[in-house]
């Protein structure tokens, strides 16, 4: 399962679900687009057009009294407004019953005298009857494909004939129910009526028709002879741009001069008309109406091709979720991508809308990208911090904080084996079994003070940033310059090997003050290649280190009670370290299993100037060992029992018994004075 979830799989099943769920469409991908076109469309800079929406609002209801007005004062509003120097007036008041008030002759005769645009409302049905517009059709059989009414409310009769034109003001909102998009034609009972905006270029443009080419895919062309070609989509309808400014007054607080703007009135008074949700709010339909004249007089021509979500986006969504997840096997260089491109797909379809007025998803696909980038980076995220987690429970007590802490940031230090220079610790408890004597059956005791003394000799491999690789019963084995660098771990081994020896005093005076006798510890030290990292089984492994320079180590350590010393250390480590520590030359030995010999050391603390003499004295002990001079050897020794404040005396002692037995030996002419070991 991790491998699964770690491997590109996953990602790329999750992009899969993304660009089905993309294809597919669902509700609130959808709504999530179109807000997002939204955003694109509404924070343009406004652009100042000659048109005005004139409302009657509150104001006027308190001067002219209750709604609807007697049509007499539609008839004075009207006059008012192209006496003010109006160009045209759009009147978005809908009158489908006779005035109650008995002035429609009276508004009729307005409309003989000013042009009018009046508008119409698709409904169930047909309710009185709308003038027939001229409009030239080209693919007839097509007209089901463009948006359609059951009937047409219109004006009554005597207001209809009179009107210089009337257009339909319906809007459709999207799934969200937002409007966003109107049609400029409607079909009636086939029939085809114009929209309000067409109803208004047609009237300026001074044509008496317009023309529609349908296809099986719905609105080919669209035009109106003396202004030219409208751009829609396939259901002949036009994205509004809400760029597009208008200027907003009280039908009782008008300009003195409108200079000619085309002027739609409507009604804004509270609780008459509902206004219409859009993308910059909710919006009073006279509104929209301005706004799509704005759009469609100044060509501004938002579009969304019908195939770039199959062809462009799509493809684009496959595509980028494979880099993404390809290129996060470089950490890096995967995060720069990804960031690279969730910005550059906003960025871009930002971009391409200002300059192009063109509709890109970029943000839609972002998210799926981001969803699939987040996936494949959060299990690699999720997968180092729990290997952090099990790095800091498998090392906690074997090394030190700022090691562990390392170890997380870093855990192909572990992870990864290496071949590497490392020194090697092994040590062992002396006076075990007084010790498990003295507490006879308690186990529980014996166990509590082993730990305890297992306490004091790690710490200090812990101080010195070294690596606990295992404990053995009441033995240890640990290693320097693996996983952390150390450049002085050969010095560190040693230090260490004689910090462990204080604290094993220290323990002591503990073990005595509880009337238990002391212990020791011997360990032994060596310096040499190791090959390093987790071994064991699939179920169970460790941090370990093999090599010949471990086994040698372990060697070392177990001839300290042979030799009578508490620290031995190999020959490449004292090379390292011969500078940095009092040595005394132990022997020239081959462990067991070797046929090459090595020297090995014992390091002293707190020596003196006696000490530095003494030690003279003992390599010249060794030059006559190895010269075959047993006897002269034997009588050094003899001397030297009692220097090194009695550290040695152990040693001198087997050494003279080592002479004794040589003596014995017939040894050939080029013997080199090393020791062939025959136990471990």
Known sequence: MKRFLLSPILSILILSFGVFGYYTNPNFVESLRLRYFDNLIIN????????????????????????????????????????????????????????????DEVLSETLMDYPVILTLIGSESNKNEPLTPGAGIINSEYMHLIPSVPGITSNIRILEDYAYGTGITDTYPEIDGVTRRAPLVFESGGVLYPSVTMEVLRVLAGDNTFQIKLSPLGVDKLRIPQYGPIQTNELGEVWIDWSQGYKSVSAVDLPEDFGGAVVFVGVSASGIVQPIATAKGGVWPHEIQASMLGTVFNESNIVRHPDAKVWGEITALIVLGLIIIL????????????????????GGSIQIFVQNAYLVDGFTIAIILFIVGTSRYLVKVVDEFLQKQEIKKQFAGYASPTVVRMLQENPSLIKDGMKKEVSIVFSDLRGFTPLGESFGDDVKGLTKIMNAYMDAITQPILDSNGMVIK??????????????????????????????????????????????????????????????????????????????????AARIESKCKEYGCVLLVGENTYKET????????????????????????????????????????????????????????????????????GKMDGYYDMWMERCDYMRTQILPEDWNGVFIATTK
């Open 44 to 103: 343009q800079p406004i652009q100042e057009n000659n048109i005005y929406t004139v409302n009657i609002d509150d104001a006027t209801i308190n001067e002219y009294g209750q709604w609807p007005f007697p049509r007499n004062l539609y008839a004075d509003i009207i006059k008012n407004l192209y006496d003010r120097g109006a160009g045209l007036v759009v009147f978005n008041v809908l009158m489908s019953e006779e005035d109650r008030f008995l002035q």
């Open 471 to 552: 404990y053995i019963g009441d033995a240890s084995m640990h290693i320097h310059n693996a996983p952390i660098d150390d450049p002085k771990h050969a010095h560190s081994a040693v230090q260490t090997g004689l910090d462990m020896l204080k604290a094993v005093e220290e323990f002591n005076v503990t073990l005595q003050r509880h009337g238990r006798p002391p212990v020791g510890m011997g360990a032994g030290i060596n310096t040499g290649l190791g090959y390093l990292g987790e071994m064991g089984s699939t179920r169970r492994h460790s941090y370990d280190v093999l090599g010949d320079s471990v086994s040698t």
């Open 327 to 346: 290129s996060a096997k470089w950490l890096w260089f995967g995060i720069t991508t990804f960031i690279l491109i969730i910005g550059g797909l906003i």
């Open 578 to 645: 011969k500078d940095d520590f009092f040595y005394l030359k132990i022997d020239d030995l081959a462990v067991k299993g070797k046929s090459v010999g090595i020297s090995i050391y014992t390091v002293l603390d707190n020596t003196t100037r006696n000490d530095l003499e003494m030690r003279e004295v003992h390599n010249v002990m060794h030059e006559y060992y190895r010269k075959k001079e047993f006897d002269s050897a034997k009588k050094i020794c003899q001397g030297l029992k009692g220097n090194f404040d």
